[in-house]
T-cell receptor
Framework: DQQVKQNSPSLSVQEGRISILNCDYT??????FLWYKKYPAEGPTFLIS?????DKNEDGRFTVFLNKSAKHLSLHIVPSQPGDSAVYFC????????????FGKGTKLTVNP | DGGITQSPKYLFRKEGQNVTLSCEQN?????MYWYRQDPGQGLRLIYY???????QKGDIAEGYSVSREKKESFPLTVTSAQKNPTAFYLC????????????FGQGTRLTVV
């Protein structure tokens, strides 16, 4: 039973355009969401997070949107750069609950020059 | 220079042998985690520890064992009971369990021949 779903295994965009990565979750107890970026043979690096009390969080070129009613979040990267090419993982946790991060399967983003 | 260190980066073992993967952090984090990454599977939680001398099974704990005798160390032993041990193993830590971002090590690629 996959609690965090990233339904697009891959995404390809042109440099300078917007990249939108999507994530859905099923567990209504989740109240904290994170995005991680991962290069091959390296550990994931934290990118941006959002608490369920917010619907948007922005950090430079990266913005995460949360739609609690739809149990959906998305990561927007504007403008996309070739160095953004990586696998992006969505993760979720519940502050008072499971004490663990649940990850999606990841979306491989390719930004073409 | 604070961080989380996994060693070795690459490890080869013969089938039937136990092997221990090292994970050390100097971030003074209470919580530590072990994840396994397989192609197309995302990150799956093996074990996690919220505090010294305590640890909990994750989603795929069978064939693995851990210890948490010191705050900064969380070694993972892959036993001969693990049916498919060849994988990329990631250790992570967070300030506390729950709604905080986790920081990852660089990973250990274990290959069992």
């Amino acid at each position: 039973d996959q609690q965090v779903k990233q339904n697009s295994p891959s995404l390809s965009v042109q440099e300078g355009r917007i990249s939108i990565l999507n994530c859905d979750y099923t567990n209504s107890m989740f109240d904290y969401f994170l995005w991680y970026k991962k290069y091959p043979a390296e550990g994931p690096t934290f990118l941006i997070s959002i608490s369920s009390i917010k619907d948007k969080n922005e950090d430079g070129r990266f913005t995460v949107f949360l739609n609690k009613s739809a149990k959906h979040l998305s990561l927007h990267i504007v403008p996309s750069q070739p160095g953004d090419s990586a696998v992006y993982f969505c993760a979720a946790s519940s502050q008072g609950g499971s004490e663990k991060l649940v990850f999606g399967k990841g979306t491989k983003l390719t930004v073409n020059p | 220079d604070g961080g989380i260190t996994q060693s070795p980066k690459y490890l080869f073992r013969k089938e039937g042998q136990n092997v221990t993967l090292s994970c050390e952090q100097n971030l003074n984090h209470d919580a530590m985690y072990w994840y396994r990454q397989d192609p197309g599977q995302g990150l799956r939680l093996i074990y996690y520890s919220q505090i010294v001398n305590d640890f909990q099974k994750g989603d795929i704990a069978e064939g693995y064992s851990v210890s948490r005798e010191k705050k900064e160390s969380f070694p993972l032993t892959v036993t001969s009971a693990q049916k498919n041990p060849t994988a990329f193993y990631l250790c992570a830590s967070s300030m506390r369990a729950g709604a905080t971002e986790a920081f990852f090590g660089q990973g250990t690629r274990l290959t069992v021949v």
